[in-house]
């Protein structure tokens, strides 16, 4: 059950291989086919595995006149050879250049696990229910910290509010099944006011 606004209006987009419809059903949202601007924020979802389709890179498009708040939530993360960054690296070129605010920690067959803040560089272990936010250790520092600058740059320049007023376009890893990613997505949905 969504926990945000009752009111807010979401519409889901994206190619029917990322699976958009379980997106909209976890978040109270629309699963739209054309976009048209009558959304309080738009959720993109990207399947790293089959890449963007034409018509979400218009609905994307269509939504830039209206200054939407917009997610890039990126699904299918354990099927396929196509990572989290594969899909951001599809973001970046066919939509606008998204942010990072988290990356995906995987578990030792490889499985995404967890998720690194480059916020506050702490690990959500997803492995725990209910999740449970850990401390980095010294090695994941070093791994992320070329993100974490690049990330601090990015919100240093937009400025508080940019996702909420349509300049900032967070992306996200999301794992239905296992909550991964959940509580990031209905974060950002509770910064958009009405």
Partial sequence: MPSHSPNLT?????????NPESVADLLGAKHLAHADGSEDVAIFVINPNTGVDEQTVSNWNALDDFQTPRIVVVTELNSG???FDDAVLLA????EQVVTPYLVLHDDSGAPCGLI?????????????????IPSDPEHKTLVSEFVEEY?????????????????????????????????????????SL
Avoid at 10 to 15: E, N, T
Avoid at 92 to 95: D, E, K, P, V, Y
Avoid at 175 to 185: A, M, P, S, T, Y
């Fill in 152 to 192: 601090a740059s990015h919100l240093a320049i937009m400025g508080e509010g940019a996702f909420a007023a349509g300049l900032l376009f967070p992306a996200i890893p999301l794992l239905i099944e296992k909550r991964i990613g959940v509580d990031i997505i209905k974060k950002y949905l509770n910064e958009i």
């Fill in 117 to 133: 803040s480059l916020e506050t560089q702490d690990i959500i272990d997803y492995s725990t229910t209910p999740a449970k936010t």
């Fill in 92 to 95: 970046n070129r066919l939509f």
């Fill in 10 to 18: 979401i519409s889901v987009y994206g190619h029917s291989s990322a």
């Fill in 81 to 83: 050879e196509g990572d």
